[in-house]
């Protein structure tokens, strides 16, 4: 079956870029997304690429595809404490509707 | 909109008893998830509605759980009985399906410690 991987924790200090990866293995995924949970909260759609895209950008955050390595990374820049947070890759289950999330990232962004 | 409501926040049980988890989904929408978070297991979905019917219950852990939507706008999700192993925050989610591209809206979840 499907499955997502990311690394678990990541720290950068503010001002900083950070770098976000995920791997997948679904190679018909559609689409790819980024969620991020706030402490306390459920998580929220952050972005997301279509599989025919390379790179999205979106403000400070910017979406790398690479297919051929079923990889995804998030960059966001200039990062903020306020982006601490744990951060979500998911694939869209080419068979249903339902998306596979990967396991997590927890960034943490020091003063 | 109110986003996807959820309730209750928290539930403290004593093992044995019977769990209730209740969510209403964003009006309009017509696909609803239950997602159970843990440390050790991250995310899992338990199982998923379209148009209010069952699709995939293939997470389901086991018979203890039980999910039901009666109509578009409410759904429960029960364990009976509960057991500390079940203790988690659980997530109700929903979207609306077109096919292409699925774009979840999550609730602010229930934490469940069953004692």
């Known amino acids: 079956g499907e499955d997502v991987e990311q690394s678990l924790f990541l720290s950068v200090r503010e001002g900083d870029s950070s770098v976000i990866n995920c791997t997948y293995t679904d190679s018909s995924s559609t689409y790819l997304y980024w969620y991020k949970q706030e402490p306390g909260a459920g998580l929220q759609l952050l972005t997301y690429i279509f599989s025919n895209m390379d790179m999205k950008q979106d403000q400070r955050l910017t979406v790398l595809l690479n297919k051929k390595d079923k990889h995804l990374s998030l960059r966001i820049a200039d990062t903020q404490t306020g982006d601490s947070a744990i951060y979500f890759c998911a694939e869209r289950d080419t068979g249903f509707q339902k998306l596979v999330f990967g396991t997590g990232t927890r960034l943490l962004v020091s003063p | 909109d109110a986003g996807v409501i959820q309730s209750p926040r928290h539930e403290v049980t004593e093992m044995g008893q019977e769990v209730t988890l209740r969510c209403k989904p964003i009006?309009?929408?017509?696909?609803l998830f239950w997602y159970r978070q843990t440390m050790m297991r991250g995310l899992e979905l338990l199982i998923y509605f379209n148009n209010n019917v069952p699709i995939d219950d293939s997470g389901m852990p086991e018979d203890r759980f039980s999910a039901k939507m009666p109509n578009a706008s409410f759904s429960t999700l029960k364990i009976q009985p509960s057991e500390p192993r079940d203790s988690a925050v659980y997530f109700c989610?929903?979207?609306?399906?077109?096919?292409?591209?699925?774009?979840?809206?999550f609730g602010s979840g229930t934490q469940l410690s069953v004692l």
């Open positions: 009006s309009g929408h017509n696909s």
């Open positions: 989610a929903s979207s609306l399906a077109t096919g292409t591209n699925e774009k979840l809206f």
